[in-house]
């Protein structure tokens, strides 16, 4: 039923095609930097420009109305030596991850790292719209919907748009935060080749891509293919990634379920082997999981484009990608009890029972491994249809199917209690020296993971009118009206238990569709024929988008822009619109809905003791089937000025301010205790009748059962539940400015480059409830001021740019002797060489990056520090690149 479903959308969308359908969207100017292989005839330029439709609007020819555009541009991309579009993102002080290493989590939650503008959403669900040439990506993950940025190579890019203002009055649901659209090549004519060897301390890299193509004037073909790897990078070779914090005045976190292990007698510990009382074993985990994981890349993609006839444009796209990642963690721990029962029980007094915590990585390794595969595909087609008086129909279907399956390594819970409980040597277990232990006992308990297999499907066509509808003195004035259908859908499967096996699995499967329709206005009072000091140009627009959605209903987002120069050289711009995002169907599904067994607690609320540290966490995970759609309302107003007594000069400033209601997020782990929004959400101290009624149903990981934990000696008990499922926050409140100074001119053969680009968070209140109370986020757990500084100089064939990076630091509440996380600051360098144009040596073009030059850590935070980016920023440490691009 699933498969003919697809099938009958996908013919809705074939029969879609026949009737007429748009231009493939946002086509590169020809003077936005595209190489010459890509360029169309210079006597094509005006009426390339003409017909382009760029990201934020819906009419050809112009700039969306009151927005700004930020973005990276091809020579941008080229230079920074990208293995992957989430690597060209971080660079981006606006986005969620700019200043560090973009790197997704081991299980089925979220195995792809997701952009996000303002960092407004925290949930598998997505707050930033993500595009490519203007169409959505099906989304990739098994309790995720989010598209995955790395399935498109950078080496097929233009440029890389991001409007930071809501974006759902064109394109619909997820754009509350803004859009990002990555802008494909056109066209190309040639062979072009690249490759980069990256390598730091303990971590090599290497990517190679390979695009051929052929232009024919009327029409045009390429297909660009593209491979990385890289290795993993062990926490033990980085001085900061580490739980004991003593040296630096902070705390002793490390784990104490550690090989060999620990007992408690009494209330009073005994760490194996010597079994001396008041000792204590410690584990670093940090040392032994993967701050970035070893992960393996292979991507194609083709874009095809033929005039038909004067009047009638066919244009595709397709991808493939896969991505195979292998992640290692810390090695799975228990705690339990020996009793005398136990054949290989051995008191230290009159005892006949004692409480355990132990590592099992003297048998099975320091680390468990992850494996996860990622399959996608997708295609695009386009018809664009000239209907004569400056009218056109476009029309477009678009199809994209992912694969997604991870294998976790864990441990049977259940057998490791029973082993413990044994009553001889056959069937028990030695917690004292785990390898006497019957190795059929070990392999019970080793045979185990958690398995986890997804499929996602997208299905979209969507059919667009644009022309003129009069004149007015000003200019033309423009409208663009359309509707578009749109399906997705999702299957998950999921299971615990011994390798190789799917009994007992849990599957689901749902499926979402959506109506639209929608129209854009845009009308010019005053222009280059009317125009006047104070009035040079003065456009208005208005767009408005309908969206029926089978399961939450329907909603309607407007949005109204105004551009204004008063002068030839400042432009003065702003907007208000609302936006909406509907829950992810994974977000409201009941799959995967498990209690997770921490061994020990990690976060402490203030004035609790730290011996809580060595009690167990409950966290609830999972779906929510309660959740409620997001909206938002939002508004920024800016200028740009480009003063012509300074040619290459641009200062521009946009200030803005985001309502964002009933936003979907997770528990903040960092501001847990001290944020009075999550105070619903956790429970200190819970007894047995209340995590049992809390976690009733649901799977639990990493320990035979909830009960289970109680039964231990006083004490040992859980310390913390923390409900960690989506939830509908009250909303997120934020102002603030974004800024960009830059500078370029040429002095001779010398081009002098300048920017620098940031953005400063003025307020940032979040809230539980509809009406607060709110909490100022700024004073606790978050940054105002991220920015890029950039310096450089082209002499010649050579070129040199420095670079400064700085993500602010932040006071910081609940944790022990530290009030405050420091700002985050490195500096980068790149140097590339153009050989001259002679013989084989013909446009090429030698590079040498060097990141992070000083070598700079993350900021110091006194915490378990398992996360890579937990708190303010990460880095692979001084990254040295040299690559080699040719162009044939």
């Known amino acids: 039923m699933q498969n003919k479903t697809m099938w009958m959308t996908s013919a809705a969308m074939a029969a879609l095609l026949a009737a007429a359908v748009p231009a493939q969207a946002q086509d590169a100017p020809a003077d936005s930097g595209q190489t010459a292989e890509s360029q169309p005839a ?73 952009p996000n503008l303002r960092n407004l959403g925290a949930s598998g669900g997505q707050d930033t719209l993500l595009l490519v040439n203007g169409h959505r990506m099906v989304g990739q993950g098994i309790q995720a919907t989010t598209a995955d940025p790395t399935v498109i190579p950078p080496a097929v890019l233009q440029r890389v748009d991001v409007i930071p203002d809501g974006g759902s009055s064109i394109y619909g649901s997820d754009a509350i935060g803004g859009v990002i659209n990555f802008v494909t090549r056109k066209r190309f004519d040639g062979v072009e080749a690249a490759s980069h060897y990256s390598t730091a301390d303990h971590y090599d890299a290497v990517d190679a891509d390979l695009t051929v193509g052929k232009d024919w004037g009327s029409g045009s073909l390429y297909v660009a293919y593209a491979y990385a790897w890289h290795s993993d990078l062990l926490g033990q070779y980085r001085d900061y990634a580490t739980s004991n914090h003593l040296a630096a005045g902070g705390s002793d976190l490390r784990n104490t379920a550690c090989a060999p292990g620990n007992l408690t007698v009494g209330g009073v510990t005994y760490a194996l082997p010597g079994r001396v009382a008041g000792t204590l074993n410690r584990c670093d985990d940090p040392k032994v999981i993967d701050l970035y994981p070893r992960e393996q890349r292979n991507s194609v993609f083709a874009s095809f484009d033929q005039q038909l006839s004067p009047s009638l444009e066919f244009n595709a796209t397709a991808y493939w990608s896969r991505r195979d990642t292998t992640v290692k963690t810390a090695q799975s721990t228990s705690t339990g009890t020996i009793t005398a029962l136990n054949p290989y029980f051995s008191p230290i007094g009159a005892e006949t029972s004692q409480s355990v915590a132990f590592s099992w990585s003297s048998v099975f390794g320091p680390s468990n491994v992850t494996n996860q595969r990622f399959d996608s595909y997708g295609t695009t087609q386009g018809l664009t249809w000239d209907v004569g008086g400056g009218w ?21 819970a259940t057998a490791a209690a029973l082993a413990l409980a044994g009553t001889s040597t056959t069937t028990a277990l ?8 019957n190795p059929a006992v070990l392999a019970a308990v080793e045979n185990w993971e958690n398995y986890s297999y997804g499929v996602q499907e997208l299905a979209e066509g969507r059919v667009v009118a644009d022309g003129t509808l009069f004149a007015l003195p000003g200019g033309d004035v423009r409208l663009a009206a359309g509707g578009e259908y749109h399906y997705n859908n999702l299957r998950q499967m999921m299971v615990s238990g011994p ?48 969206d029926d959605y089978n399961d939450v209903g329907g909603t309607t987002n407007p949005k109204v822009g105004v551009t204004w120069e008063p002068f030839d050289d400042l432009k003065i711009r702003g907007n208000w619109g609302t936006s909406f995002h509907a829950p992810g169907l994974e977000s409201i599904s009941p799959v995967g809905q498990q209690a997770q067994i921490l061994p020990v607690s990690p976060y402490i609320r203030p004035g609790d003791s730290a011996l809580n540290f060595l009690r167990p966490t409950i966290v609830l995970a999972g779906g929510n089937p309660g959740l409620k759609p997001e909206t938002a309302d939002t508004w920024s107003v800016g200028a740009d000025w480009k003063p012509k007594a300074i040619p290459g000069l641009l200062v521009s400033a946009t200030y803005y301010k985001i309502d964002f209601k009933s936003r979907i997020g997770l528990l903040s782990a960092t501001t847990l205790f001290t944020d009075p929004n999550f105070a619903p959400f956790y429970i200190v101290n819970p007894t047995l009748a209340q995590a049992q009624a809390l976690t009733g149903g649901m799977t639990v990981v990493g320990a035979p059962s909830v009960a289970a934990l109680f039964a231990g000696a006083p004490g040992s008990s859980p310390y913390l539940l923390a409900d ?12 603030g400015i974004d800024f960009h100074f830059a500078y370029a001119h040429q002095f001779g053969e010398f081009g002098l480059l300048a920017d620098w680009a940031g953005t400063w968070t003025l307020d940032r209140l979040t809230a539980t409830g509809t009406n607060g109370p709110w909490t100022d986020t700024l004073k606790n757990g978050t940054a105002d001021l991220s920015f890029v500084a950039m310096l450089g100089g082209k002499f010649r064939g050579f070129t040199a740019r420095g670079q400064f990076n700085y993500r ?71 990254l040295f690149q040299f690559g080699v691009r040719k162009t044939f």
Do not use: C
Request: charged share 15%; hydrophobic share 35%.
């Open 724 to 735: 960690a499922r989506l939830q509908n926050f009250g909303g997120i409140k934020v102002k």
């Open 392 to 412: 056109q129909i476009r029309a477009e279907s678009n199809f994209g199917r992912s694969e997604s399956t991870i294998h976790e390594d864990g441990i049977n």
């Open 42 to 114: 210079e006597s094509q330029d005006d009426a390339q420009k003409s017909e382009i439709v760029v990201t934020g609007t819906l009419i050809r020819g112009i700039a969306p109305t009151g927005t700004q555009v930020i973005g990276k541009d091809r020579e941008e991309i080229l230079a920074s030596g990208a293995a992957s579009t989430t690597d060209v993102l971080a660079s981006i002080p606006q986005l969620n991850y700019f200043g560090s290493v973009p790197r997704a989590n081991q299980d089925a939650g979220s195995p792809v790292f997701y």
């Open 808 to 878: 602010g630091g932040y006071p910081i509440l609940g944790l022990v002797n530290q009030t405050r996380i420091g700002a985050f600051e490195t500096v980068d360098l790149h140097f590339a060489y153009d050989l001259p144009a002679k013989g084989w040596l013909k446009d090429t073009q030698l590079m040498l990056n060097v990141d992070n030059v000083f070598d700079v850590g993350p900021p110091y935070a006194n915490v378990s520090n398992t996360n890579f980016s937990q708190y303010n920023g990460s880095t692979l440490g001084r």
């Open 430 to 437: 030695n917690p004292y020296n785990l390898g006497a232990t």
């Open 499 to 546: 390798r190789g096996t799917t009994a007992g699995a849990t599957r689901t499967y749902s499926s979402r569709t959506v109506k639209s329709v929608f129209g854009e206005i845009a009308v010019p009072l005053f222009g280059a024929s009317n125009g006047m000091p104070g009035l040079r140009s003065l456009t208005l627009s208005g767009s408005v988008r309908y």
